[in-house]
């Protein structure tokens, strides 16, 4: 939890009436107007209409404004020191991204104290929080030896409990010429170091990263430590990397730029998310992956916002539910689902991202009628009130 971050366990209850329009992402019928909704403690205890709503101990009158569930951001990279501005900069002047910067960011990150790391990875929480994301899964991977990824999942698991130990990052520079003694350290010495502190494990599975055989004996190694698979596939060249997370009952595959047929078969036919990242094609000047060809495929999707100084410098749900429906094909209402309940599937989780008696109590009011605003008011800031665990921000 961050330090502002007030708990209400205390069983407080909370009235949120006068809703214009209420989205549940909850059965059939998900949308529900002229509604409240009452909150007790960090859940939600009720949802209807209005004009039979109970009565609660405070009362928010969201004054015909639109609500959602909170934003699930499932997928971002939030403890390292430095930017990389200059090299966002060349690439927009023509240069491609390789992914090679991560290991500017590696010393950048190496050379930062604990407290620089944790001031900066509690600020882009909060950022988040203000732009309506209640919750964020955070990975490792900007410190590629055995203590300092420790500690990023350390400072991570101060901020969130979806935390994901991503040492195959990158080989770091030191072990360039020794790949596979790199993935020894990674299966070993480092995920024994870094499985206390983590829910999930991803490995990069790219060109330039690590290959199908490297990203297997990674993600083995890591299920047999207790962690659940989450892979970053696909993003810069197709490969084995979808096909590898669907076998191994991966809870997502990240980015999914290039897609053959049998790839999206494959995730049609499980249950692994394909979680879309558009932050970072906006980013790196890169074409979209096709949301509409996965949806129509039957493949669950969900949208995040990658967050990290190299790809996708956003912290924005708000703005990756504007790039989806703009330039990914989907519907607003599909944009939003991917963005709430979709983040949810990808993590495993059933008490967010809905707003359901019982589910959690984050959600948020927008300075809206209508959530629809979130795509056709680009750049806007719409977030009006945040209720994080019961409590408004
Ligand atoms: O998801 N693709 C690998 N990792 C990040 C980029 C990290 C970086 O460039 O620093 C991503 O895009
Ligand atoms: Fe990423």
Redesign the pocket.
């Not at 990290?308 to 996708?312: I, L």
């Given at each position: 939890m961050l330090a502002t971050d007030k708990a209400n366990s205390g069983g407080m209850s909370v009235l949120v009436t006068n809703i214009g329009e209420l989205t549940t992402q909850d059965g059939e019928v998900g949308t529900l107007h002229d509604a409240a909704v009452v909150v007790n403690g960090d859940r939600i205890a009720w949802i209807g209409p209005a004009a039979q709503a109970p009565a609660a101990d405070e009362r928010i009158d969201a004054g015909g404004r639109a609500v959602i569930p909170g934003f699930v951001d499932s997928?971002a990279?939030l403890v390292?020191a430095g930017d990389?501005a200059a090299e966002f900069a060349a690439r927009m002047a023509g240069e491609s991204?390789t992914?090679g910067?991560?290991r500017?960011?590696v010393a950048a990150t190496r050379a930062a104290s604990d407290d620089e790391l944790t001031a900066a990875a509690g600020r882009l929480v909060a950022e988040m929080r203000r732009q309506g994301t209640t919750t964020v899964e955070i990975k490792s991977?900007?410190g590629l030896n055995v203590d300092d990824e420790k500690r990023s999942l350390r400072i991570a698991r101060s901020l969130t409990p979806e935390t994901t130990f991503?040492g195959a990052?990158?080989v770091p520079a030191e072990y360039l010429d020794r790949p596979d003694e790199y993935v020894a350290l990674v299966t070993g010495p480092m995920l024994a170091a870094a499985a206390p502190y983590a829910r999930w494990i991803d490995v990069?599975c790219?060109r330039g990263?690590f290959d199908g055989d490297q990203t297997r004996a990674i993600l083995t190694a890591g299920a047999e430590a207790g962690l659940e698979l989450r892979v970053?596939t696909n993003?810069?060249t197709a490969g084995p990397g979808v096909q590898l997370a669907v076998e191994l009952g991966a809870a997502s595959a990240?980015?999914c730029t290039h897609l053959s047929d049998a790839d999206i078969d494959a995730l049609a036919a499980s249950d692994t998310v394909a979680t879309l990242?558009p932050g970072?094609e906006f980013s790196?000047r890169s074409p979209y992956p096709d949301a509409r060809r996965l949806v129509d495929a039957g493949v669950t999707v969900a949208l995040a916002t990658?967050c990290?100084?190299?790809?996708?410098y956003t912290s924005s749900m708000p703005f990756c539910v504007a790039l989806a429906v703009r330039e990914m094909g989907l519907a607003p209402a599909e944009a939003l689902w991917a963005a709430t309940a979709g983040g949810a599937r990808s993590l495993r989780r059933d008490d967010i991202g809905v707003l359901r008696p019982g589910a959690r109590a984050d959600l948020v009011l927008l300075d809206a009628p209508t959530f629809l605003h979130l795509a056709y008011r680009p750049g806007v800031p719409l977030i009006h009130t945040v209720l994080h665990n019961g409590v408004p921000q």
């Open positions: 997928h990279h390292f990389r991204y992914g910067g991560i500017t960011t991977g900007y991503l990052h990158v990069f790219e990263a970053h993003q810069l990240d980015h990242l970072a790196t990658d990290n100084p190299g790809s996708s």
